[in-house]
């Protein structure tokens, strides 16, 4: 197997001009024929458009995050010690409400995701996918996440503060911080920023969801729910 990878690494670099990677076996157990570059990358980006997909479908619902253990938010790490705080006051339910809110933001913001990842997956390269192909499990994601977490947080950014003014999880959260802020013994001010603390656990959801899809894809062929799908990880897996 790694000389087989070694393989077309060298390929990929020696023959830009070539579309098959040539010079390997014509098949493989199975009956699976010889995969182009083209074909791998196209995979690769099928591969995380699924996920994303499947992303979203889990998350852009009610209680995508609120009710899901693995992805709920919680008050900003900043303002969690001034939750307990507030609960012994009698003020609980101010921060439920907060709380419940920003999951609502955060259910309804990964809903408008799809064209952010998708111009994304656009900009991966032919050398990327083969590389990305011959990786471990989450070799796709990790590659999605190094490239572009910076540039999907700045386009996403946007898209949160108008889900947390649209559902007022702005407001609710303004009021708990302003209520800790005006107590007569606050003597350090909080202001967390909010926008962002949501973003990234939003963005961190979506490439988890990724990460599993990748990983199902890899391993199961029932996953692979198109003909080049089948054909380039049914090709991986072979050989």
Same mark, same amino acid.
Request: aromatic share 8%; net charge positive.
């Given at each position: 197997?790694?000389?087989?990878?070694?393989?077309?690494?060298?390929?990929?670099?020696?023959?830009?001009?070539?579309?098959?990677?040539?010079?390997?076996?014509?098949?493989?157990?199975?009956?699976?024929t010889?995969?182009?570059?083209?074909?791998?990358?196209?995979?690769?980006?099928?591969?995380l458009?699924?996920?994303?997909?499947?992303?979203?479908?889990?998350?852009?619902?009610?209680?995508?995050?609120?009710?899901?253990q693995?992805?709920?938010?919680?008050?900003?790490?900043?303002?969690?010690?001034?939750?307990?705080?507030?609960?012994?006051?009698?003020?609980?339910?101010?921060?439920?409400?907060?709380?419940?809110?920003?999951?609502?933001?955060?259910?309804?913001?990964?809903?408008?995701?799809?064209?952010?990842? !998708? $111009? /994304?997956?656009?900009?991966?390269?032919?050398?990327?996918?083969? @590389? %990305?192909?011959?990786? +471990?499990?989450?070799?796709? =994601?990790?590659?999605?996440?190094?490239k572009?977490t910076?540039?999907?947080?700045?386009?996403?950014?946007?898209?949160i503060k108008?889900?947390?003014?649209?559902?007022?999880?702005?407001?609710?959260?303004?009021d708990?911080?302003?209520?800790?802020?005006?107590?007569?013994?606050?003597?350090?001010?909080?202001?967390?920023?909010?926008?962002?603390y949501?973003?990234?656990?939003? !963005? $961190? /959801?979506?490439?988890?969801?990724?990460?599993?899809?990748?990983? @199902? %894809?890899?391993?199961? +062929?029932?996953?692979?729910? =198109?003909?080049?799908?089948?054909?380039?990880?049914?090709?991986?897996?072979?050989?």
């Amino acid at each position: 197997m790694i000389k087989k990878y070694l393989l077309i690494f060298s390929l990929t670099l020696g023959l830009l001009s070539c579309d098959t990677l040539t010079n390997l076996p014509t098949s493989y157990p199975g009956g699976i024929t010889t995969v182009t570059e083209s074909e791998a990358s196209t995979a690769m980006r099928q591969a995380l458009e699924q996920g994303i997909g499947r992303g979203i479908n889990t998350l852009n619902v009610t209680d995508g995050f609120f009710g899901n253990q693995a992805y709920k938010l919680f008050l900003p790490a900043e303002a969690q010690r001034i939750e307990n705080t507030l609960r012994q006051l009698g003020m609980g339910g101010m921060v439920d409400r907060a709380i419940l809110q920003i999951n609502r933001a955060a259910e309804d913001a990964v809903g408008f995701a799809r064209p952010i990842f !998708v $111009d /994304a997956i656009k900009e991966m390269t032919i050398t990327d996918a083969l @590389n %990305i192909i011959k990786g +471990p499990n989450n070799a796709a =994601t990790l590659y999605f996440k190094q490239k572009t977490t910076q540039k999907l947080i700045t386009a996403f950014t946007p898209v949160i503060k108008g889900s947390l003014d649209k559902f007022s999880a702005t407001k609710y959260y303004g009021d708990v911080v302003s209520t800790y802020n005006n107590f007569p013994t606050t003597k350090n001010k909080l202001n967390p920023d909010l926008p962002s603390y949501v973003v990234g656990k939003a !963005v $961190d /959801a979506l490439f988890d969801q990724i990460a599993q899809e990748e990983a @199902n %894809i890899r391993a199961n +062929p029932v996953a692979r729910t =198109t003909d080049i799908l089948k054909k380039v990880f049914g090709w991986a897996s072979k050989g």
